[in-house]
């Protein structure tokens, strides 16, 4: 894992801000509810939640600048720009972001493409020691 750092976190299931390679990202706090003893803040975990629906020629359409980067749109909701590293499951590189993107293919010939999806949010925990 890269640089990373937790900035401020309102509570659990709310608003959490952090650093990571110097940039600031913001995610649904989902570790505040545990114990601190048992979680290992220097071990920070990803998730993504995508529930608006891409039509698949915008999804593979949407990054001709073949960008690897999560670009903000609200609180913890992003443009995710990356690239497909490998179907089954389907993973791809966003920068600072590698993520499971669900089953959306298993074409092979869709690694290497780079994609632009909706992440509705970002979710941050935290590997339990």
């Given at each position: 894992m890269s640089a990373f750092e937790l900035l401020s976190t309102?509570?659990?299931?709310?608003?959490?801000?952090?650093k990571l390679n110097g940039k600031e990202y913001g995610a649904m706090d989902d570790f505040s509810g545990f114990d601190p003893?048992?979680?290992d803040q220097q071990s920070?975990?990803?998730?993504?939640?995508c529930l608006t629906d891409q039509s698949w020629e915008d999804m593979f359409s949407g990054n001709p600048d073949k960008k690897k980067e999560l670009v903000k749109t609200g609180d913890w909701s992003y443009d995710g720009y990356g690239q497909i590293t490998s179907v089954s499951p389907v993973v791809?590189?966003?920068?600072?972001?590698?993520f499971?993107?669900?089953?959306?293919?298993?074409?092979?010939?869709?690694?290497?493409?780079?994609?632009?999806?909706?992440?509705?949010?970002?979710?941050?925990?935290?590997?339990?020691r």
């Open positions: 309102d509570g659990y299931a709310l608003q959490a801000q952090f003893a048992h979680v920070p975990e990803f998730d993504i939640l791809a590189d966003f920068g600072d972001f590698t499971e993107i669900g089953d959306i293919t298993s074409d092979e010939r869709c690694v290497g493409e780079f994609i632009h999806i909706v992440i509705d949010r970002l979710d941050l925990t935290f590997r339990s």
